[in-house]
Protein backbone atom coordinates (compact mmCIF):
# COMPACT_ATOMS: atom_id res chain seq x y z
CA UNK A 1 0.00 0.00 0.00
CA UNK A 2 1.33 3.46 -1.06
CA UNK A 3 1.77 5.81 1.92
CA UNK A 4 0.77 9.25 2.48
CA UNK A 5 3.32 11.06 0.65
CA UNK A 6 3.52 8.74 -2.16
CA UNK A 7 -0.50 9.32 -3.19
CA UNK A 8 -0.13 13.09 -2.56
CA UNK A 9 2.63 13.10 -5.19
CA UNK A 10 1.22 10.12 -7.72
CA UNK A 11 -2.47 12.83 -7.32
CA UNK A 12 -0.21 16.37 -7.84
CA UNK A 13 2.03 14.75 -10.82
CA UNK A 14 -1.09 13.51 -12.58
CA UNK A 15 -2.96 16.55 -12.18
CA UNK A 16 -0.37 18.27 -13.45
CA UNK A 17 0.30 16.52 -16.67
CA UNK A 18 -2.93 16.28 -17.50
CA UNK A 19 -3.49 19.96 -17.30
CA UNK A 20 -0.37 20.44 -19.57
CA UNK A 21 -1.97 22.66 -22.26
CA UNK A 22 -2.64 25.29 -19.30
CA UNK A 23 0.90 25.72 -18.51
CA UNK A 24 1.71 26.36 -22.51
CA UNK A 25 1.32 29.90 -22.66
CA UNK A 26 1.04 29.99 -26.47
CA UNK A 27 -2.12 27.32 -26.57
CA UNK A 28 -5.59 27.98 -27.55
CA UNK A 29 -7.16 26.92 -23.89
CA UNK A 30 -7.63 29.17 -20.91
CA UNK A 31 -4.79 30.42 -18.61
CA UNK A 32 -3.57 33.48 -16.57
CA UNK A 33 -3.33 36.13 -17.90
CA UNK A 34 0.19 38.81 -17.89
CA UNK A 35 2.36 38.18 -15.20
CA UNK A 36 0.46 34.63 -14.31
CA UNK A 37 1.39 33.48 -17.88
CA UNK A 38 5.01 34.02 -17.59
CA UNK A 39 5.10 32.55 -13.73
CA UNK A 40 3.37 29.10 -14.92
CA UNK A 41 5.84 27.92 -17.30
CA UNK A 42 8.55 29.19 -15.02
CA UNK A 43 7.33 27.10 -12.23
CA UNK A 44 6.74 24.60 -14.34
CA UNK A 45 10.32 24.91 -15.48
CA UNK A 46 11.62 24.78 -12.27
CA UNK A 47 9.70 21.43 -11.03
CA UNK A 48 11.28 19.25 -14.05
CA UNK A 49 14.82 21.11 -13.25
CA UNK A 50 14.86 19.83 -9.59
CA UNK A 51 13.65 16.99 -10.24
CA UNK A 52 16.15 16.13 -13.06
CA UNK A 53 18.14 12.49 -13.21
CA UNK A 54 20.61 11.33 -15.30
CA UNK A 55 18.39 8.75 -16.78
CA UNK A 56 15.92 10.59 -18.01
CA UNK A 57 12.63 12.80 -16.17
CA UNK A 58 11.52 12.03 -13.08
CA UNK A 59 8.39 9.12 -13.17
CA UNK A 60 5.21 11.61 -14.30
CA UNK A 61 7.19 14.79 -15.83
CA UNK A 62 8.30 13.44 -19.03
CA UNK A 63 5.39 15.41 -20.69
CA UNK A 64 6.51 18.33 -18.52
CA UNK A 65 9.93 18.41 -19.69
CA UNK A 66 9.27 17.78 -23.35
CA UNK A 67 7.13 20.78 -23.36
CA UNK A 68 9.73 22.78 -21.23
CA UNK A 69 12.37 21.48 -24.08
CA UNK A 70 9.99 22.46 -26.85
CA UNK A 71 9.27 26.26 -25.16
CA UNK A 72 13.02 26.86 -24.03
CA UNK A 73 13.45 27.40 -28.06
CA UNK A 74 10.41 29.02 -29.08
CA UNK A 75 11.12 32.61 -30.25
CA UNK A 76 7.71 33.88 -28.78
CA UNK A 77 9.19 33.01 -25.05
CA UNK A 78 11.60 35.57 -23.91
CA UNK A 79 9.06 38.44 -25.35
CA UNK A 80 6.37 37.04 -23.02
CA UNK A 81 8.67 37.82 -19.82
CA UNK A 82 10.21 41.20 -21.14
CA UNK A 83 6.04 41.85 -21.56
CA UNK A 84 6.07 42.43 -16.90
CA UNK A 85 8.30 45.04 -16.77
CA UNK A 86 8.46 44.43 -12.72
CA UNK A 87 9.91 40.65 -13.54
CA UNK A 88 11.56 41.02 -16.84
CA UNK A 89 15.17 40.47 -15.76
CA UNK A 90 14.20 37.95 -12.90
CA UNK A 91 12.05 36.37 -15.41
CA UNK A 92 15.22 36.65 -17.72
CA UNK A 93 17.93 35.21 -15.36
CA UNK A 94 15.40 32.43 -14.20
CA UNK A 95 14.78 31.59 -17.69
CA UNK A 96 18.48 31.50 -18.39
CA UNK A 97 19.27 29.25 -15.55
CA UNK A 98 16.35 26.54 -15.63
CA UNK A 99 17.32 26.04 -19.68
CA UNK A 100 17.00 22.34 -20.42
CA UNK A 101 20.40 20.59 -20.79
CA UNK A 102 20.91 19.71 -24.72
CA UNK A 103 19.23 22.08 -26.10
CA UNK A 104 20.57 25.27 -28.47
CA UNK A 105 21.50 27.60 -26.52
CA UNK A 106 21.84 30.64 -28.83
CA UNK A 107 18.59 32.51 -27.62
CA UNK A 108 19.73 31.25 -23.99
CA UNK A 109 22.88 33.95 -24.60
CA UNK A 110 20.36 36.74 -26.11
CA UNK A 111 18.39 36.78 -22.98
CA UNK A 112 21.24 37.05 -20.86
CA UNK A 113 23.05 39.60 -23.01
CA UNK A 114 20.28 41.97 -22.47
CA UNK A 115 20.14 41.85 -18.53
CA UNK A 116 20.78 45.18 -17.29
CA UNK A 117 24.00 44.58 -15.48
CA UNK A 118 22.83 47.10 -12.59
CA UNK A 119 20.11 44.04 -11.58
CA UNK A 120 23.79 41.57 -11.08
CA UNK A 121 24.54 44.24 -8.74
CA UNK A 122 24.08 44.28 -4.56
CA UNK A 123 22.96 47.77 -4.89
CA UNK A 124 19.54 48.45 -3.97
CA UNK A 125 18.67 44.87 -2.78
CA UNK A 126 17.70 43.35 0.16
CA UNK A 127 20.22 40.26 1.80
CA UNK A 128 17.21 37.86 0.67
CA UNK A 129 17.41 39.54 -2.81
CA UNK A 130 20.73 38.71 -3.29
CA UNK A 131 20.92 35.50 -2.60
CA UNK A 132 18.13 34.90 -5.34
CA UNK A 133 20.14 36.69 -7.84
CA UNK A 134 23.40 35.08 -6.81
CA UNK A 135 21.69 31.30 -7.11
CA UNK A 136 19.96 32.15 -10.51
CA UNK A 137 23.33 33.67 -11.79
CA UNK A 138 25.21 30.86 -10.59
CA UNK A 139 22.67 28.16 -12.43
CA UNK A 140 22.98 30.38 -15.14
CA UNK A 141 27.53 30.40 -15.28
CA UNK A 142 26.41 34.19 -15.05
CA UNK A 143 28.99 36.81 -13.53
CA UNK A 144 28.00 39.09 -11.13
CA UNK A 145 28.94 41.30 -8.22
CA UNK A 146 26.54 39.56 -5.40
CA UNK A 147 28.58 38.49 -2.06
CA UNK A 148 29.53 35.40 -1.49
CA UNK A 149 26.86 33.02 0.34
CA UNK A 150 28.67 33.22 3.43
CA UNK A 151 28.67 37.37 3.80
CA UNK A 152 24.85 37.07 3.17
CA UNK A 153 23.74 34.18 5.40
CA UNK A 154 24.02 36.01 8.68
CA UNK A 155 21.39 38.75 7.18
CA UNK A 156 19.13 36.48 5.34
CA UNK A 157 15.57 35.62 6.91
CA UNK A 158 16.71 31.93 7.58
CA UNK A 159 18.93 33.39 10.06
CA UNK A 160 17.76 37.41 11.26
CA UNK A 161 14.43 36.67 11.48
CA UNK A 162 13.80 36.47 15.16
CA UNK A 163 10.25 34.68 16.14
CA UNK A 164 7.51 36.76 17.47
CA UNK A 165 8.50 38.47 20.46
CA UNK A 166 9.43 42.14 21.12
CA UNK A 167 11.38 42.96 17.82
CA UNK A 168 9.22 41.23 16.00
CA UNK A 169 5.09 41.23 17.24
CA UNK A 170 3.32 38.39 15.77
CA UNK A 171 0.24 39.11 13.08
CA UNK A 172 -3.08 39.50 14.37
CA UNK A 173 -3.70 35.61 13.80
CA UNK A 174 -0.95 34.57 16.17
CA UNK A 175 1.72 33.36 13.07
CA UNK A 176 5.30 33.44 14.43
CA UNK A 177 5.79 35.53 11.16
CA UNK A 178 4.11 37.60 8.53
CA UNK A 179 2.71 35.29 5.73
CA UNK A 180 5.61 36.99 3.46
CA UNK A 181 8.22 36.59 6.35
CA UNK A 182 7.35 33.19 6.06
CA UNK A 183 7.63 32.85 2.44
CA UNK A 184 10.83 34.59 2.46
CA UNK A 185 12.33 32.12 4.81
CA UNK A 186 11.42 29.59 2.48
CA UNK A 187 12.61 30.34 -0.51
CA UNK A 188 15.80 31.83 1.76
CA UNK A 189 16.58 27.83 1.89
CA UNK A 190 15.71 26.60 -1.19
CA UNK A 191 18.39 28.92 -2.55
CA UNK A 192 20.76 28.35 -0.12
CA UNK A 193 20.17 24.38 -0.17
CA UNK A 194 19.43 24.17 -4.20
CA UNK A 195 15.91 22.85 -3.37
CA UNK A 196 17.31 19.99 -1.46
CA UNK A 197 20.06 18.93 -3.47
CA UNK A 198 23.05 20.72 -1.89
CA UNK A 199 24.23 21.60 1.81
CA UNK A 200 22.45 24.96 2.73
CA UNK A 201 25.48 26.15 4.42
CA UNK A 202 23.99 26.64 8.23
CA UNK A 203 24.96 25.18 11.78
CA UNK A 204 25.46 25.69 15.14
CA UNK A 205 22.71 28.09 16.31
CA UNK A 206 21.96 29.68 13.17
CA UNK A 207 20.17 26.10 12.45
CA UNK A 208 18.76 25.59 15.54
CA UNK A 209 17.48 28.89 14.47
CA UNK A 210 16.28 27.93 11.36
CA UNK A 211 14.74 25.01 12.25
CA UNK A 212 12.77 26.49 15.35
CA UNK A 213 11.44 29.27 13.13
CA UNK A 214 10.03 26.39 10.25
CA UNK A 215 8.83 24.37 13.08
CA UNK A 216 6.54 27.36 14.62
CA UNK A 217 5.31 28.33 11.29
CA UNK A 218 4.67 24.86 10.24
CA UNK A 219 2.59 24.38 12.96
CA UNK A 220 0.57 27.65 12.20
CA UNK A 221 0.09 27.06 9.15
CA UNK A 222 -1.52 23.38 9.72
CA UNK A 223 -3.32 24.80 12.22
CA UNK A 224 -4.85 27.76 9.75
CA UNK A 225 -4.72 25.27 6.52
CA UNK A 226 -2.42 27.60 4.65
CA UNK A 227 -1.74 24.31 2.35
CA UNK A 228 1.13 26.06 -0.15
CA UNK A 229 3.11 27.55 2.61
CA UNK A 230 3.11 24.43 4.62
CA UNK A 231 4.49 22.83 1.33
CA UNK A 232 7.03 25.32 1.17
CA UNK A 233 7.81 25.08 4.41
CA UNK A 234 7.77 20.86 4.67
CA UNK A 235 10.53 21.24 1.81
CA UNK A 236 12.36 23.75 3.78
CA UNK A 237 12.54 20.85 6.61
CA UNK A 238 14.26 18.68 3.97
CA UNK A 239 16.59 20.97 2.76
CA UNK A 240 17.86 21.96 6.34
CA UNK A 241 18.64 18.10 6.78
CA UNK A 242 15.52 16.67 9.01
CA UNK A 243 13.36 14.02 7.31
CA UNK A 244 9.98 16.09 7.91
CA UNK A 245 8.26 13.00 7.87
CA UNK A 246 9.72 12.14 11.44
CA UNK A 247 8.77 15.44 12.66
CA UNK A 248 5.80 15.66 14.24
CA UNK A 249 4.94 19.70 12.67
CA UNK A 250 6.08 18.00 9.03
CA UNK A 251 3.84 15.29 9.46
CA UNK A 252 0.94 16.96 10.53
CA UNK A 253 1.43 19.33 7.27
CA UNK A 254 1.70 16.37 4.78
CA UNK A 255 -1.68 14.76 6.65
CA UNK A 256 -3.40 18.77 6.31
CA UNK A 257 -2.22 18.62 2.16
CA UNK A 258 -3.55 14.71 1.81
CA UNK A 259 -7.08 15.71 3.39
CA UNK A 260 -6.83 18.78 1.20
CA UNK A 261 -6.26 17.31 -2.38
CA UNK A 262 -9.00 16.19 -4.31
CA UNK A 263 -9.59 13.33 -6.32
CA UNK A 264 -8.03 14.52 -9.35
CA UNK A 265 -4.74 15.32 -7.65
CA UNK A 266 -4.88 19.34 -7.32
CA UNK A 267 -4.83 21.27 -4.52
CA UNK A 268 -7.49 23.60 -4.80
CA UNK A 269 -5.63 26.93 -3.88
CA UNK A 270 -3.18 28.49 -2.03
CA UNK A 271 -5.55 27.85 1.59
CA UNK A 272 -8.70 27.02 2.76
CA UNK A 273 -9.41 30.45 2.58
CA UNK A 274 -8.91 30.67 -0.66
CA UNK A 275 -9.58 27.64 -2.65
CA UNK A 276 -11.45 27.82 -5.98
CA UNK A 277 -15.06 26.64 -6.12
CA UNK A 278 -15.42 23.25 -7.91
CA UNK A 279 -17.65 24.90 -10.06
CA UNK A 280 -15.04 26.95 -11.05
CA UNK A 281 -14.26 27.49 -15.15
CA UNK A 282 -10.77 25.62 -16.07
CA UNK A 283 -8.73 28.75 -16.34
CA UNK A 284 -10.20 29.76 -12.92
CA UNK A 285 -9.20 26.73 -11.21
CA UNK A 286 -6.04 26.55 -13.01
CA UNK A 287 -5.27 30.40 -12.32
CA UNK A 288 -5.56 29.17 -8.21
CA UNK A 289 -4.78 25.67 -8.31
CA UNK A 290 -1.67 24.97 -10.25
CA UNK A 291 1.27 27.04 -7.55
CA UNK A 292 0.11 25.02 -4.29
CA UNK A 293 0.00 21.63 -6.74
CA UNK A 294 2.96 22.29 -8.61
CA UNK A 295 4.92 23.22 -5.09
CA UNK A 296 3.44 19.80 -3.43
CA UNK A 297 4.76 18.03 -6.10
CA UNK A 298 7.99 19.38 -5.47
CA UNK A 299 8.06 18.80 -1.73
CA UNK A 300 6.94 14.86 -2.35
CA UNK A 301 9.61 14.17 -5.27
CA UNK A 302 11.91 15.81 -2.45
CA UNK A 303 11.26 14.26 0.60
CA UNK A 304 10.99 10.98 -1.13
CA UNK A 305 14.45 11.07 -3.21
CA UNK A 306 17.23 9.82 -1.54
CA UNK A 307 19.31 12.69 0.16
CA UNK A 308 22.52 13.86 -1.67
CA UNK A 309 25.85 13.04 -0.38
Not at 26 to 49: I, Q
Not at 95 to 111: C, F, K, M, N, W
Request: hydrophobic share 45%; proline share 10%.
Amino acid sequence: MSSPLERLSAGALGWLDGNLDLFDPFSASPRPAGHGRAKAVLELALLCHCAARPAGPADGLGGAAALVRELWQDPALPPLFAGVPTYASTYGLVYAALAPDGIDRTQVREVLARLDPGFLSPRGKSPYQRIEVRHYADKAGLRHGIEPYAELLPHSPLVAFPAAGPGNPASPDGAPLTVPQAYAVTHTAFYLGDFGRTAPRLDGEALAHALDLVDRSLRHCVGQELWDLAAELVLTQFVLGLDPLDTPSGAAAVDCLVRAQRPDGALPGRSAALAARPSAPAGEFFAKAYHTTLVTALMALAVSSPRPS
